[in-house]
């Protein structure tokens, strides 16, 4: 799930190269493109950290956590997986 997402963000990133030009010449075109990278940025931040700080097999079970908004699932080792999204 993590190299898909940091997949998904990087494109994110290269698709400001189009943002940027159409907000040439506006202050508030640039601020808000500014923005969206700044929070990309920030969502690769977590991305890496999570990769540092998570061990292998709790990485794995992120990609098979229910839909947001539905009740968290009890790990392998019966303990509370937080939902990540």
């Not at 189009?18 to 923005?35: Q, Y």
């Not at 969502?43 to 061990?55: F, I, P, R, S, Y």
């Amino acid at each position: 799930m993590h190299s898909r997402q940091r997949a998904h963000l990087l494109k994110e990133l290269r698709g400001l190269a189009d943002a940027w030009a159409l907000a040439a010449g506006s202050a508030v075109g640039a601020l808000l493109v500014t923005a969206a990278e700044l929070h990309i940025r920030a969502d690769l931040g977590v991305v890496d950290a999570a990769e540092q700080t998570l061990h292998p097999e709790v990485l794995a079970g992120l990609g098979a956590q229910p839909s947001p908004g539905t009740p968290d699932r009890a790990g392998s080792d019966g303990t509370a997986q937080a939902q990540v999204g």
